[in-house]
């Protein structure tokens, strides 16, 4: 793995984009090395938890609270409406087939917006102020 990309910095190409590389490379091995389990005590903590860098939250970001992993993980909360939280951007997808009760709500933006605010706001409510 990384003495494969250290081997291979001395080529051209990857001497342009070597540290970005390199940088994700080392990412994605913390992700698969120390991911975040959900143990039976619902305490969400990462796998491999004695031998895990201290940075650790510079790769996974902020913390939720330990029970909003166990909602999510109950499926009782929707991990789109969490992606909000943490970008701040909210996407909607086109459903796969077009109705009239769709239309209304595209049309009725304020419909729309109404329920977004809702759901937001239940879950923001239960979380730290960094969210």
Do not use: W
């Amino acid at each position: 793995g990384l003495s494969a990309i250290q081997n291979s910095l001395d080529h051209q190409k990857m001497l342009n984009t070597g540290s970005d590389y390199r940088l994700g490379f080392l990412k994605a091995r913390v992700l698969v090395r120390h991911h975040i389990i959900l143990d039976t005590n619902c305490n969400c903590e990462p796998l491999n938890k004695e031998e895990c860098p201290m940075d650790l939250y510079e790769v996974f970001g902020p913390k939720f609270p330990n029970s909003v992993y166990f909602f999510l993980s109950q499926g009782a909360v929707s991990p789109l409406l969490l992606q909000v939280l943490v970008s701040g951007i909210f996407l909607e997808t086109a459903p796969l087939v077009d109705s009239i009760e769709y239309r209304y709500m595209v049309n009725n933006d304020q419909v729309l917006m109404d329920l977004r605010e809702q759901s937001l706001s239940i879950v923001a409510n239960s979380l730290n102020n960094h969210f």
